[in-house]
């Protein structure tokens, strides 16, 4: 269980995305250093993206200035979250493309149009298991008062008997080893997690699912999210994916954290 309440302070702050890059992150190790890593998630049953969240903060990505500067002029989310409050209000300004999942998932001609070049080529999709290389088809948008705003650039049928559950994707390949004991760095990994104090939490473990060299690749979800989702019955309300660098003296260095908030800490 990781310290929820502190991951998603810097998701919500953007702290997580320095400002001016394309790129996922910066990434603090040389060995990933020129790569650009994104989140991937199933969104749905039907919709699996790579997935950038909106920072709505001064620290935005350039993804965040074109998406506010659009929204400044066609109220874009005023005008879906007024509908969400009235049903008697048509929608206007975007199309509902998917409804399956915990997020409408939504169209804009216009942010297409302008974010689509920024991640128009071909990416090596990792999953659990293994990888298998796609370029984004869709843009589409994740837009709600509580939980996490996201971009979400969609990829068509992901192999997921090969290759196992999406986890991200990076511009370049990497060498990964997706190993089958990584029990020790693990308990590392949870401790580091659980000695950060925590406001919020759910009691979804994180798990090692591959390395390369002294880098661990981990995700924090349990996948069942995507298909029913309620406070009634969803145990992972956090899922997130993250790079840990195992040091020289035993301890570990997250050099890369992403996530959403499924929960909703802004309206609670």
Known sequence: MRSLYFLSALILLGILYPAQHVGGTDINDKTLKSNSIYSVYELSPKTTAIVINHAETD??????????RIEEQDSIKANWF?????EAVPVKGVQIVDSTGVYSLLYNERVEKEMKPLLDKDFYIYGTKGFEIQKPQKVVLGLDE???NIFAFTIDRFDSNKNGKPIFASDKKINLVFGTNYKQIEAKINDHYSNIQSDYADNIPTKVYANIDNLYFVYTDD???RDTFSFETTECFFPSRAIFRLEKDGT??????DGLDLFGIPCD
């Open 59 to 68: 620290s935005a990505t350039v993804f965040d200035k074109i998406f506010d």
């Open 252 to 257: 570990v260095t997250p050099i890369w954290e």
């Open 146 to 148: 509580c939980k996490t």
């Open 223 to 225: 996948f069942k999210w």
């Open 82 to 86: 007024y509908t969400q409050f009235d």
